[in-house]
């Protein structure tokens, strides 16, 4: 039976860590399979301890019941360099292809990436490609994308907070550039001179009240 791919990134916005896409190949069977154990947008978990736990036990399911899926780190110094280019979407979408490429999807195949505007081009290599916002929510293949790329992410940036726990407390706020992660950065800055090498150069650093 034919697969339904979808595809789905997180941590665009922070400015500490990589960011994760995931693309995840669903067969009908692996739908019920996994609507049935679950599977939702990423988001819908919250962002607390427990919701880390729930989309790691989810992300462990995917795994072991989707026909396909890949899932790629995309460090922080190649968002820099497509960044600093104002290039950020087009690295969304090459990565995207080569993750499509990698699990050998055919050019007919259905697939669902979520970012209306983001994936729109990819029809040209995918002429079924459906490029939509919110497709986690309407989309199991695309819901359960969004978990293993969520997972990838948390993931990353616990060995990060991990790392700077010891020196500089718990970093909190995930890496967003909200008040906890500013005051981790002026720390930083204050004890090395300059922002830590997880962080992204290209994001503007601006102050902000504690909150």
Same mark, same amino acid.
């Given at each position: 039976?034919?697969?339904?791919? /979808?595809?789905?990134?997180? /941590? ?14 669903? #067969? ?19 962002? /607390? ?9 989810? +992300? ?11 899932? #790629? ?11 600093? #280019? /104002? ?13 499509? &490429? ?41 819901? +359960? &994308? ?32 909200? &008040? ?18 997880? &962080? ?12």
């Amino acid at each position: 039976m034919t697969a339904v791919y /979808g595809v789905d990134e997180a /941590g665009r916005g922070p400015i500490l860590g990589p960011m994760a896409i995931a693309v995840v190949g669903l #067969r009908r069977g692996d739908t019920i399979s996994l609507g049935r154990r679950g599977v939702a947008d990423s988001k819908s978990f919250g962002a /607390g301890p427990e919701a880390v736990a729930r989309r790691a036990e989810l +992300a462990a399911i995917i795994r072991e019941r989707a026909s396909y899926f890949a899932v #790629r780190l995309v460090s922080v110094e190649t968002i820099d360099e497509f960044t600093s #280019r /104002g290039r950020l979407n087009e690295l969304e979408r090459i990565v995207a292809l080569e993750l499509l &490429a990698q699990l050998a999807v055919p050019g007919d195949a259905r697939v669902i990436c979520d970012g209306a505007t983001m994936f729109a081009p990819l029809r040209t290599p995918y002429p079924n490609l459906e490029a939509v916002d919110r497709g986690e929510s309407a989309h199991l293949c695309v819901a +359960a &994308a969004s978990i293993l790329a969520k997972d990838a992410r948390d993931r990353a940036f616990s060995e990060i907070a991990q790392r700077y726990a010891p020196e500089f407390g718990p970093i909190r706020g995930g890496g967003y550039l909200n &008040a906890a992660t500013y005051r981790f950065l002026e720390d930083y800055r204050l004890r090395f001179g300059g922002l830590p090498p997880e &962080a992204r150069k290209s994001w503007s650093v601006r102050r902000l009240d504690p909150a």
